[in-house]
């Protein structure tokens, strides 16, 4: 596709299932960026990957967030024992480069989760 | 941390003004300052950035104002239009980029 895929577009699940959120990065972009956006603020990083390993992790919550990217394009994150409080759009961004060049990031339109 | 710091919030402009938005940021190892504009239902897009040599740069009806000895930078919108009311944030790098809070701004004609 043109631009970055997310799925699912929305994602309603109750306290304490897990679930599992897409992105499918612009094809040949190496980097692969997750951000959290709440309500009213600005995005959060989370992690990001240059090809098949997490190049820094350092913005996961907790080890209830995990991510992969086995084969360096699509990714997904994991979220196990979801809490009320993980309810955000979820936010996949790629770049065809490191990143130490250039701050452009191309996202996608996110996963809404909503944690009842 | 906040580590980079957006104001106002939300703004309201007149169709045909002029929107400031301005950010403050800490860290002197951001090597690149974008702002993004981003509407509701969508993903944030890169609208303008500049690099931390430049004082000043334009595009269009949109210009990034850089102050490195204050670390402020803050972006203008002249001939404000209906269709540019969305949300903006500034940004910074250092790899990963972080992001200011927001400013809501609504165009009103």
């Known amino acids: 596709g043109a631009g970055v895929s997310q799925t699912p577009s929305n994602k309603v699940t109750e306290k304490g299932k897990y679930v599992e959120l897409r992105c499918d990065p612009i094809?040949?972009?190496?980097?692969l960026y997750w951000y959290r956006q709440s309500l009213g603020q600005g995005p959060e990083f989370l992690i990001y990957?240059?090809?098949?390993?997490?190049?820094?992790d350092s913005g996961l919550p907790n080890d209830r967030f995990f991510a992969v990217r086995p084969e360096g394009s699509v990714s997904t994150l994991k979220i196990q024992r979801t809490e009320r409080g993980d309810s955000a759009v979820y936010l996949c961004?790629?770049?065809?480069?490191?990143?130490?060049?250039?701050?452009?990031?191309?996202f996608g339109e996110g996963s809404r989760l909503t944690v009842l | 941390q906040q580590q980079v710091k957006q104001s106002p919030q939300s703004l309201i402009v007149q169709k045909g003004g002029i929107s400031i938005i301005n950010c403050a940021y800490e860290?002197?190892?951001?090597?690149?300052f974008p702002w993004y504009q981003q509407f509701p239902g969508k993903g944030p897009a890169l609208l303008i950035a500049?690099?931390?040599?430049?004082s000043e740069k334009k595009e269009g009806r949109f210009t990034i104002s850089f102050n490195k000895s204050a670390k402020q930078f803050s972006l203008h919108i002249m001939d404000s239009q209906p269709g540019d009311s969305a949300t903006y944030f500034c940004?910074?790098?250092?790899?990963?980029?972080?992001f200011g809070k927001g400013t809501r701004l609504s165009v009103i004609a």
């Open positions: 860290n002197t190892a951001f090597d690149y």
């Open positions: 990957f240059q090809g098949t390993g997490a190049a820094d």
């Open positions: 940004a910074a790098k250092a790899t990963p980029l972080v």
């Open positions: 094809s040949g972009h190496t980097a």
């Open positions: 961004a790629s770049s065809p480069t490191l990143g130490q060049n250039t701050g452009e990031l191309f």
């Open positions: 500049i690099r931390p040599d430049v």
